[in-house]
């Protein structure tokens, strides 16, 4: 069983349309990461949020860390051809030094 | 500054041949760490490396995986013999030390497929 499950699992989209990737515990995380990842590319991290309830926007990316510090949303705006790839979480647990990853999804945008 | 530096980045070995694998962290990156990464999945850490102690190999499959990291910078990971589910990508990544809760910086990975 993984810490982090991610949904959707797959995700294929036309160009131009909204989207929203969800990364979910049932554990507490100090702090969380979402990656982006290419093929044949490591992970590239796209942002961190520490703060429950924190929202940060990347340009079309808002990113929202659950109040309870739980459970993560990536929000897409818009999306174009450019955001295909594999979307992470990843998080690390108050005690510990370990770094979850979650499942991933794999988005895909369609011209 | 210069990335996380990983080769080969491409390796076809026959199953129970051996292979390794190189990484060299970002310089001043204390953390190392090694994933590995089944085609569509997150990647599942084998071993975390601070400076050139273990601090987390629970994960790494002893029996055939074995790694180091002397004089705490370069590192390899080796896996002898190899079996056919080893075929995965494997990542390097670094952290400065006490601030892997702000990320990783992820090397691009060596893909191995055993035959």
């Known amino acids: 069983t993984q810490l982090l499950e991610q949904s959707p699992q797959f995700l294929s989209i036309q160009e131009g349309e909204n989207l929203t990737v969800y990364c979910n515990s049932s554990?507490?995380?100090?702090?969380l990461q979402w990656y982006r990842q290419e093929p044949g590319e490591g992970p590239v991290l796209l942002v961190t949020?520490?703060?429950?309830?924190e929202v940060k926007k990347l340009k079309r990316l808002t990113f929202q860390f659950g109040d309870a510090r739980k459970d993560s949303s990536l929000h897409i705006t818009a999306a174009q051809t450019g955001d295909t790839g594999l979307y992470l979480c990843a998080g690390i647990r108050p005690t510990g030094n370990q770094f979850y990853f979650g499942t991933g999804t794999s988005l895909t945008v369609i011209p | 500054e210069a990335g996380v530096a990983q080769s080969p980045r491409y390796k076809i070995i026959e199953k129970r041949q051996s292979v390794a694998f190189w990484c060299n962290p970002i310089s001043g990156h204390a953390t190392l760490y090694w994933y590995q990464q089944i085609l569509g999945q997150g990647p599942k850490l084998l071993i975390q490396?601070?400076?050139?102690?273990?601090?987390?190999d629970s994960q790494l499959p002893k029996d055939r995986f074995s790694a180091e990291r002397l004089k705490g910078v370069d590192s390899t990971l080796k896996i002898q013999p190899a079996k056919l589910e080893d075929s995965a990508v494997y990542l390097c990544a670094s952290s400065l030390e006490g601030q892997m809760g702000w990320g990783y910086t992820f090397g691009s990975g060596t893909r191995l497929t055993v035959v």
């Open positions: 490396f601070q400076n050139n102690g273990v601090v987390d």
């Open positions: 554990s507490v995380f100090s702090s």
């Open positions: 949020v520490v703060t429950g309830g």
